[in-house]
């Protein structure tokens, strides 16, 4: 419970940096060098690389180095993170809305 | 495209501030009154509704003021841009799956 709240932590304060959102939409095109992915963006390599430390912390990205290139790619688990609380708020608060829906037609 | 860019950012920064988040799960659970929201926070009343405007300004929450009670509840529009930004970013990645699939078996 606690790590799956450090990972939604984690997460959230990943996606809510605009750069860090831009190099996901980037990403998930395909994937592609860390040199590419910097190419757009106006900021320094090092910029970059402290950006895909913190995407491949939370489990958004995946870094693997072939030869003299890093290549960078989507990954699942963080994104399932994001899906799996929103969903979880959205189902509560639908769960309440058929409850609400039930009673008034009970009380008809 | 610009306004839904202007609504996604909106939303995930929003989303990326802890206490905001918190706010979220304890209104999936049901409606309640801005005090009620405040009292496990452990911040300020004004804090409170600090955040509670930005939630709004995302259409992530909406409050409503019956007589002397201002009521807040979970808005769908708000979640919906996070799952739609989640679902683009996953597909597109899946979708590139998907053709280095046919790729793979075309070649055998």
């Known amino acids: 419970m606690l790590t799956q709240r450090i990972h939604v ?12 959102r831009a190099m996901m939409e980037k990403l998930s095109e395909g994937p592609v060098s860390v040199s590419k992915l910097a190419k757009p963006l106006d900021i320094t390599l090092a ?13 958004l990205v995946r870094t693997e180095k072939v030869g003299r290139v890093r290549t960078c790619r989507i990954e699942a688990k963080g994104l399932g993170v994001v899906e799996r609380w929103i969903s979880e708020r959205r189902s509560d608060w639908e769960k309440r809305f058929d409850r609400l829906g039930q009673l008034l037609v009970n009380t008809e």
């Not at 932590?9 to 860090?20: E, I, K, N, Q």
């Not at 910029?47 to 489990?59: D, K, N, P």
């Open 9 to 20: 932590d984690r997460v959230f304060h990943a996606l809510g940096d605009p750069t860090r």
């Open 47 to 59: 910029a970059v690389v402290q950006h895909l430390q913190i995407l491949e912390e939370s489990g």
